[in-house]
């Protein structure tokens, strides 16, 4: 398995300007669960699984509705159906996505979660 990238080791200029910026959103006044969600956003765009995971936790824990969050997947379409509802639960989109962080087959791509 290749070994995953230090992100502070490999620039520690971009890591200190993102300290910064969210340092300024935490001052900004944004509500926490509407910051979470562009964070889960850009995760998604970014492809990593680890962020998608903390920031969809992050963005429940601050109030974000599930349903919301699960609709938030452009061009994916991890969920609604016809009718708004997910074909897989959120715990075992979880389950799915903690194999992946602990034993990852997937580096840097897109993988698709279904029963």
């Not at 969809?56 to 349903?67: I, N, P, V």
């Not at 996505?97 to 979660?113: A, G, H, K, N, S």
Request: net charge negative.
């Amino acid at each position: 398995m290749t070994p995953r990238l230090d992100f502070v080791k490999a620039n520690p200029a971009a890591m200190k300007a993102m300290s910064s910026l969210e340092e300024h959103i935490s001052q900004s006044g944004l509500a926490k669960s509407l910051a979470e969600f562009v964070r889960l956003r850009a995760s998604q765009i970014d492809g990593c699984a680890f962020c998608i995971d903390v920031h969809f936790s992050e963005a429940l824990k601050a109030g974000e509705a599930e349903r919301r969050l699960r609709q938030v997947w452009i061009g994916d379409k991890l969920a609604p159906e016809g009718q708004g509802e997910s074909r897989i639960s959120v715990e075992d989109y979880a389950v799915a996505m903690i194999d992946e962080l602990e034993q990852p087959q997937q580096i840097r791509q897109r993988f698709t979660v279904a029963y």
